[in-house]
């Protein structure tokens, strides 16, 4: 064996992405007998519960569209209520699948490998739940087609000018290129159910969506190729969607909402709360279906870092309001901050410091920052905060307007609770269905971090 010169540092040791002693053979096993076994009791249980709530999301939507939306809390001032803190909620959980996907692809992050494929899928989910809710607080739904880019017969075309057509284009353009991104790295994967299928229907149905895939060297360089322009279509996409949707806020004169902060702070807060939510499906997922070995406490540590710095810059940002709204000069912005903190929704504001901005100091000690129940439930108050942002932003600013004879107070009713509750049922449903029927990790990119993928493994030289 060749060694080092005695003068030359070797790098330190990196801890193992994959542990457990894992081959190529082991991976497949594990990973394509989540889809080919028979799913746990909790799937089960899991996919009633969350199938019942879709069936409140049916139903309650049922009922908006015969009665209209005056069943909704909404009132003047505050005309937009629970539907558009859900809306941008939504688009927010969906920012990180396409951040781990796309941005850590072409950073060379070999870490992201474990929990891409399962975050790109929560992303489509959490769109498709986005989209929702400006559809239905439209009023008039059977009109909503007004909204597509196409003359009606009665040659109506969209008003630009409306931010509501600004998300509808770039929540849109997101979504189908997240589609493309997340089928296009599950062809590989496709193609090895389709060759261990036993029955005739899934080998049939695995193997059209697989498109003929062998596995040959032309179509790995094509693949390569498509999946690296599709990254970098995506990448700007990230910084883009949510930067659209704070501008449907910053482009009014509303005090609190009139601000250029609101673009990087809504990205980093969507960021934020998107890693917090693949933390809690990662934790459940890993442990209900054995996967501690591939999705290791060194992939959940490395989220929880992420989740710090971003929670950190949301902290930075609202500190930076008060400051702004103080320097200005402006009686209604410094009234309007004032308001949050010590008026009537106050509960709301300090519910969202608490959780944005107090919990994810936990993290700077390396013990909590490796401890799966603090990680697990720091994610969902995390979620929490999220929310009670976007509720402090949207409801604070809107029931105190210029004109003191408009105050009033926002609470929502019981449809607004049984549609945001029904949204859950819907992500769940589709994201249980994907766990059940699709590998919800890359078999493909986990083999490629593997030691056995190193051309020069087992060669000797400084490589031992």
């Known amino acids: 064996m060749n060694k080092p010169a005695e003068n030359i540092a070797l790098p330190a040791e990196e801890a193992p992405l994959i542990t457990g002693g894992q081959t190529f053979h082991s991976i497949t096993e594990k990973i394509a007998g989540v889809v080919e076994r028979k799913m746990p ?31 909704w809390g909404l009132n003047n001032p505050v005309g937009w209520g629970w539907a558009i803190i859900n809306f941008v909620w939504w688009v927010g959980i969906g920012h990180a699948g396409t951040l781990i996907s796309a941005i850590l692809f ?18 489509l ?16 739904i059977w009109v909503a087609y007004f909204l597509a880019p196409v003359p009606s017969q009665m040659m109506v075309w969209p008003n630009f000018r409306s931010p509501l057509l600004w998300d509808v284009f770039a929540v849109g353009t997101y979504f189908t290129a997240s589609l493309l991104f997340w089928y296009t790295g599950l062809i590989p994967d496709l193609a090895t159910l389709r060759d261990r299928a036993i029955s005739k229907i899934k080998k049939i149905l695995y193997g059209i969506f697989a498109m003929g895939w062998r596995g040959g060297n032309r179509q790995w360089r094509h693949y390569e190729i498509a999946y690296l322009i599709l990254a970098g279509i995506s990448t700007p996409l ?22 250029t902060i609101f673009p990087p702070y809504f990205v980093a807060g969507a960021i934020y709360s998107g890693f917090a939510m693949v933390m809690t499906l990662s934790v459940i997922a890993r442990k209900v279906f054995n996967l501690e070995n591939i999705i290791t406490i060194n992939h959940l540590e490395k989220m929880n870092k992420i989740m710090l ?15 702004i709204a103080w320097y200005s000069g402006n009686i209604y912005e410094q009234f309007t901050f004032i308001n949050r903190a010590f008026g009537n929704y106050a509960w709301a504001y300090w519910i969202m410091i608490s959780c944005n901005v107090l919990v994810p100091q936990l993290f700077w000690f390396k013990k909590l920052r490796r401890t799966v129940p603090v990680m697990f439930v720091a994610s969902i ?8 942002e976007r509720f402090v932003i949207v409801v604070t600013s809107l029931s105190r307007d210029y004109l003191p004879a408009n105050w009033g107070y926002y609470a929502p009713t019981l449809w607004d609770i049984l549609i945001f509750a029904g949204s859950f049922g819907l992500f769940f449903t589709l994201f249980l269905l994907f766990v059940r029927f699709l590998p919800m990790v890359s078999m493909t990119e ?10 020069h493994h087992g060669a000797g030289g400084v490589h031992e």
């Open 309 to 323: 710095l971003t929670g950190m810059m949301v902290g930075y940002s609202y500190a930076t309001e008060y400051f």
């Open 125 to 140: 989910f959490a769109v498709l739940c986005a989209l929702i809710f400006p559809g239905i607080h439209v009023g008039r």
């Open 381 to 388: 108050l995390i979620n929490v905060g999220m929310w009670f």
């Open 446 to 455: 986990i083999k490629g971090v593997l030691p056995e993928a190193d051309p």
């Open 41 to 71: 009791k909790l799937w089960l249980l899991a996919f009633g519960a969350a199938f019942s709530f879709l069936l409140v999301l049916l139903g309650s939507i049922g009922y908006l569209v015969w009665e209209g939306i005056g069943i």
């Open 238 to 259: 990230v910084l883009s969607v949510h930067s659209v949707v704070s501008t449907d806020f910053a482009v009014s004169i509303i005090p609190g909402w009139h601000t």
């Open 106 to 123: 072409l950073l060379r992050q070999r870490w992201r490998t474990s929990i891409n494929r399962f975050a790109e899928a929560m992303t």
